[in-house]
Nanobody, 125 residues
Framework: QVQLVESGGGSVQAGGSLRLSCAAS????????MGWFRQAPGKEREFVAA??????????DYADSVKGRFTISRDNVKNTVYLQMNSLKPEDSAVYYC????????????????WGQGTQVTVSS
């Protein structure tokens, strides 16, 4: 079992920055890939970014809509994953969820086994 707790959401003006954190506890010694997803009202949950376990190279993957603006990283000592969000746009407004899955990263939310409770990000124009 892995427990995930997100933090760092909030309200910001367009062009601003936020950093989300996801603290993992439980069976964190296992090689989990970590991902960030988001869901806006009336829309499906969508992939944002993901990062592999450091033993698999720690490689990253990004949705085209955030590439170049968002950066995912992980601190294996603190068992924490971060999502640095720069140049935020109103369309980035959503509830952001952290997720974990055994093995390699995936863009499919249904393939993730563990989920956090979500944190709200609101970007005003």
């Amino acid at each position: 079992q892995v427990q995930l707790v997100e933090s760092g959401g909030g309200s910001v003006q367009a062009g601003g920055s936020l950093r989300l954190s996801c603290a993992a506890s439980g069976r964190t010694s296992s090689p989990y890939a970590m991902g960030w997803f988001r869901q806006a009202p009336g829309k499906e949950r969508e992939f944002v970014a993901a990062i592999n376990w450091y033993g698999y190279g720690g490689t990253t993957d990004y949705a085209d809509s955030v590439k170049g603006r968002f950066t995912i990283s992980r601190d294996n000592v603190k068992n924490t994953v971060y999502l640095q969000m720069n140049s935020l746009k109103p369309e980035d407004s959503a509830v952001y969820y952290c997720a974990a899955r055994p093995g390699f990263t995936s863009r499919s939310f249904s393939s993730y086994e563990y989920w956090g409770q979500g944190t709200q990000v609101t970007v005003s124009s």
